[in-house]
């Protein structure tokens, strides 16, 4: 059974910084890749990022590039999200996802090609 554990968020001013971080378990990560998606009130999910089975490949969304930076603990299964310069615009609920599709369905972040879902962190920047 694949679950997640996500922690980190919070509140932060413009400019600052926050960490995200989704352990995961039940699944061999070389099968499986993991990525966080975001969702503001009133507008459709959006892909974050995106590790590639164990990291064969990375997807960083362009509204975010530059600002927010993956990495992952193998030890720990764990992936994990550095978020600088935080914008209002970040604020949303994120959410760690993962998907057993092959890069070609995923690599745009549709959230319908994500079978696993965490229970969503909030992160709320303020101006």
């Known amino acids: 059974q694949v679950e997640f554990l996500e922690s980190g968020g919070g509140s932060v001013q413009a400019g600052g910084s926050l960490r995200i971080s989704c352990a995961a378990s039940?699944?061999?990560?070389?099968?499986?890749?993991m990525g966080w998606f975001r969702q503001a009130p009133g507008k459709e999910r959006e892909g974050v990022v995106l590790l590639y089975r164990g990291g064969i490949r990375t997807f960083v969304a362009d509204s975010v590039k530059g600002r927010f930076t993956i990495s992952q603990d193998n030890a720990k299964d764990t992936l994990s999200v550095q978020m600088n310069s935080l914008k209002p615009e970040d604020s949303a609920v994120y959410y760690c996802?993962?998907?057993?599709?092959?890069?070609?369905?995923?690599?745009?972040?549709?959230?319908?090609?994500?079978?696993?879902w965490g229970q969503g962190t909030q992160v709320t920047v303020s101006s």
């Open positions: 039940g699944f061999r990560k070389n099968l499986y890749s």
């Open positions: 996802a993962a998907s057993t599709w092959t890069w070609d369905y995923i690599a745009t972040m549709n959230p319908d090609y994500f079978a696993y």
